[in-house]
């Protein structure tokens, strides 16, 4: 608990009307005028001071948050890794005048951060998601940089039309191995689950708790 000490604000209040109506009804030209009203407007607040004390509030304290809990150092640098690999392609996406790559650098940006994020929660496929960041974020960010290089020339010629097309297709198979390669990634937890399921399953049937198992009528009657 905090105690908090409120002020009362009529003491001021009081005394500042007092001058005031000291000033409005007498004279204020000698020295002893200035003492009179002085002596008054002290004992007008000693006055309202004892009748209007201050108030004292106890306040309840919020209880502090849970520090966060530190990152390995190498899921910390997988992570700023990550970071600097997502600011180049959202670069990218502002850059490139395609509304269709656009959209399609965007679905890359958000599986690219699950894939990241994944070693938060499982430590075990860091292997996996740093190859992720080693190669294959990488040359999609080159060839997003080339496709960008390319497209603001603004002519399609043999060379340039042919690479562009090429890449606008490769995106698309970037978009399904992304998406292969986060799923590969729960591979594990998704077995683990499975488990979980089949075990609380047999437990179920086994004390006539599931739908239709033995003893289930017997003790739903």
């Known amino acids: ?24 009804f007498f004279p204020l030209y000698a020295l002893w005028h200035f003492i009179v009203v002085i002596a008054a407007t002290a ?24 520090p966060e809990p ?19 392609m959202d670069r990218l996406k502002n850059s490139i005048g ?9 679905q890359i940006m958000i599986l690219s951060d699950k894939i990241v994020r994944h070693a938060e929660n499982d430590v075990t496929d860091l292997t996996r998601i740093r190859k992720f960041l080693n190669y294959y974020l990488p040359t999609t960010i080159k060839l997003l940089n080339a496709y960008d290089r390319m497209y603001e020339q603004g002519i399609r010629g043999e060379h340039i039309g042919g690479t562009i097309q090429r890449i606008e297709d490769m995106l698309d198979t970037i978009i399904a191995a992304y998406e292969k390669q986060l799923d590969a990634l729960f591979f594990n ?3 683990d689950i499975e488990t979980d399921i089949e075990v609380l399953d047999t437990m179920l049937t086994r004390e006539g708790l599931k739908s239709g198992g ?3 009528t017997l003790q739903g009657s």
Do not use: H, Q
């Open 43 to 66: 004992i007008t607040f000693a006055i309202f001071k004892k009748l209007c004390p201050d108030k004292v509030i106890e306040v309840e304290e919020p209880e502090a948050p849970e």
């Open 189 to 191: 937890e998704a077995l």
């Open 98 to 106: 395609n509304p269709d790559v656009k959209s399609k650098i965007t």
């Open 70 to 88: 530190e990152l390995p150092p190498e899921v910390a640098a997988l992570i700023a890794e990550g970071k600097l690999a997502m600011a180049e």
């Open 1 to 24: 608990m905090r105690r908090i000490v409120k002020k009362s604000v009529l003491p001021i209040y009081a005394a500042a009307g007092m001058w005031l109506i000291y000033c409005l």
């Open 214 to 216: 033995p003893g289930s």
